[in-house]
């Protein structure tokens, strides 16, 4: 059989590489198998904001009126590829069933939970291992031009508060005084004081370091091609040959439906939400807080080091096309809001997959028939957010331990 790994885990993004400290952390061997280079998925190129603030799903009552307004739209922040994809349109008349007051607080509460957890727990992990990722705790602002949508988000900050997310509504005269970088027209903001930020290339990149430093050994330019039972562990067959475990764990993030199909596992409901952003040097006038302009949804973070604009949910499949039309709406969605909306220098147009599950909850557990095999996955945009907070669930579940969290509303057996 060859050498035998403790844990194998499949995927070097921010998820798998959690998820890896924390098992190592629990005395665990990891090795983490990665296709391309540790860090260089979607964990890569996002806005970086720590965010309970987005505890509420995205399949919200009125979002369906929504998406059909915007998805015909090729710039528009919510955009559907016009395709033949018979698993797509599954996928989204899943969704779109689910977009009723019931499911959207259940998952809220679900949200809230492992998005809290993650929160509390991410500064001792920036203290423990060292993390230098330019982690602060400066909270998130959502910037308003029209009060309609205002009052809006408002109407959310009830349901948010029960579930412990403070926030608070500032009156946008007021919030111009102490913010010089937005232009006028602002018509009042949300303040999410809990949330913070972190550079997020530089959190997995730092992430890769303390495995390693912690024993873990990261195989990059490893392509899994499929995973079966091996008696009392797991075999993965990889472009490099098979690996074998005691237990294996998929985080995969938008690409764990491919893998799942080819190991011929139970069907992981999660379509590839395609997002972008653009990386520059730091203008001189540059927000203070990191900010969502929230009719453009363009969310702008600065950073000591850089600064960036993101966002955008286009679902195009695995599109490798690099769409000018998308990138150019982040800046000219910026220069309504903002004096100086873009760098000096430009130093990075990036895209990169959210793995979006169809009630929007992570995929935490174990995999349907397989007593050695685990998946973390389904972050949707949050998966830096949650990235602690399901490491440490999962290592709990692995290691049979006594989880701090209920494990139930992302247990992928919710889909069988």
């Known amino acids: ?68 307004r915007w998805m015909l739209t090729p710039d528009a922040p919510f955009y559907v590829k016009p395709r033949l994809d018979p698993e797509l349109w599954a996928w989204l008349l899943r969704f779109a069933r689910r977009c009723n007051a019931r499911d959207w607080r259940a998952a809220m509460s679900a949200r809230a939970a492992i998005l809290k957890d993650s929160r509390a727990s991410l500064p001792a992990w920036v203290e423990r291992y060292g993390l230098r990722c330019e982690y ?24 948010l508060a029960e579930l412990g997310i403070a926030a608070e509504v500032i009156d946008g005269a007021a919030y111009l005084r102490e913010e010089p970088a937005l232009r006028e027209g602002v018509a009042g903001v949300v303040r999410f004081p809990g949330d913070a930020r972190l550079r997020p290339d530089r959190y997995v990149a730092e992430l890769a370091r303390a495995v390693r430093e912690a024993g873990g050994v990261i195989e990059e330019q490893c392509e899994v091609r499929g995973l079966a039972d091996d008696g009392d562990g797991v075999r993965v067959d990889t472009s490099r040959g098979a690996r074998h475990g005691r237990d294996a764990v998929l985080a995969t993030g938008a690409w764990s439906p491919l893998l799942a199909r080819m190991a011929g596992l139970a069907k992981v409901p999660v379509q590839p939400g395609k997002g972008y952003s653009i990386t520059y040097d730091r203008p001189a006038l540059a927000p203070r807080r990191p900010m969502v302009l929230y009719e453009r949804s363009v969310c702008v973070t600065t950073w000591d080091s850089g600064y960036r604009l993101g966002s955008t949910m286009e679902f195009s499949g695995y599109d490798t096309t690099l769409n000018r039309r998308r990138l150019d709406a982040l800046e000219r969605g910026a220069r309504e ?62 290691c049979r331990r006594e989880p701090r969290i209920d494990p139930a509303p992302y247990s992928p057996q919710r889909f069988a």
């Not at 602060?136 to 349901?159: C, I, N, S, T």
């Not at 147009?349 to 397989?370: A, Q, Y």
């Not at 389904?378 to 830096?384: I, N, R, W, Y």
Request: charged content about 20%.
């Open 337 to 398: 809001y903002l004096h100086e909306p873009v760098g000096p220098v430009k130093r990075e147009e990036w895209f990169g997959w959210r793995p979006i599950s169809v009630d929007d909850l992570p995929i935490i557990g174990r995999v349907n028939r397989h007593r050695h095999a685990w998946i973390a996955t389904g972050h949707g945009m949050l998966g830096v957010s949650m990235s602690t907070g399901t490491a440490t669930l999962l290592a709990d579940l692995v």
């Open 1 to 68: 059989m060859g050498e035998r790994d403790d844990v194998l885990v499949v995927g070097g993004g921010v998820i798998g590489l959690a998820s890896a400290l924390a098992l190592l952390d629990a005395g665990r061997g990891v090795r983490v198998l990665e296709a391309k280079t540790a860090g260089s998925g979607s964990s890569h190129g996002n806005c970086g904001t720590i965010t309970p603030s987005h505890a509420a799903p995205l399949a919200a009552p009125g979002k369906v009126a929504r998406a059909l």
């Open 136 to 159: 602060a705790e400066q909270g998130v602002d959502y910037v308003f031009h029209h009060e309609g949508e205002l009052a809006h988000l408002a109407a959310e900050l009830p349901p």
